[in-house]
T-cell receptor
Framework: GAVVSQHPSWVICKSGTSVKIECRSL??????MFWYRQFPKQSLMLMAT?????????EQGVEKDKFLINHASLTLSTLTVTSAHPEDSSFYIC????????????FGPGTRLTVL | GENVEQHPSTLSVQEGDSAVIKCTYS??????FPWYKQELGKRPQLIID?????GEKKDQRIAVTLNKTAKHFSLHITETQPEDSAVYFC???????????FGKGTMLLVSP
């Protein structure tokens, strides 16, 4: 149980285009989902926290107009990187939480974004 | 906000030795402390966690200790094996705030 999937697993796009990443909780309802960014050899940096049906809460320094987050249902959250640039190239990981022992987050497999 | 410091950044041990990774946190209200193992290009996987009402927790070769007074917690891996090689992250959070604050990670290399 507690499986989280992400799609796509990797994506290459041209500078200026937008990319959408999906995060799904497959066997539980996720009351809260989190989006992280991880640069090579670095730690996970929280970008935003989203609760189903409400606006995401962004961490300081994360541009909400550039990283659009939608948490439309209890099993799906999407992250859209708008007008992507090479500096946005990173490993994006989502996690989901809900209904289990408190505070435990279940991570998706990550999406490797490369912007040319 | 919470600040989590993790040491060492890299750790090399021989197979069969023990490995210890230490973390300190700044917010005394934090009460949940998970440890994650992340292999290259893969998702972080929870290997053990501890809550503030417990001082120690053990699961086979892995143990975590917590000292709330000193605000530090440690991961202990005994009888290390090459497959233990990975990056390990500690994290901290509070019960009313599900946000995890991660340490910078420790790259553990276990040589045969």
């Amino acid at each position: 149980g507690a499986v989280v999937s992400q799609h796509p697993s990797w994506v290459i796009c041209k500078s200026g285009t937008s990319v959408k990443i999906e995060c799904r909780s497959l066997d539980f309802q996720a009351t809260t989902m989190f989006w992280y960014r991880q640069f090579p050899k670095q730690s996970l940096m929280l970008m935003a926290t989203s609760n189903e049906g409400s606006k995401a809460t962004y961490e300081q320094g994360v541009e909400k107009d550039k990283f659009l987050i939608n948490h439309a249902s209890l099993t799906l959250s999407t992250l859209t990187v708008t007008s992507a640039h090479p500096e946005d190239s990173s490993f994006y990981i989502c996690s989901a939480m809900g209904g289990f022992s408190y505070n435990e987050q279940f991570f998706g497999p990550g999406t490797r974004l490369t912007v040319l | 906000g919470e600040n989590v410091e993790q040491h060492p950044s890299t750790l090399s041990v021989q197979e069969g030795d023990s490995a210890v990774i230490k973390c300190t946190y700044s917010d005394s209200a934090s009460n949940y402390f998970p440890w994650y193992k992340q292999e290259l290009g893969k998702r972080p996987q929870l290997i053990i966690d501890i809550r503030s009402n417990v001082g120690e927790k053990k699961d086979q070769r892995i143990a975590v200790t917590l000292n709330k007074t000193a605000k530090h917690f440690s991961l202990h891996i005994t009888e290390t094996q090459p497959e233990d090689s990975a990056v390990y992250f500690c994290a901290a959070s509070k019960v009313w705030d599900s946000t995890l604050t991660f340490g910078k990670g420790t790259m553990l290399l276990v040589s045969p």
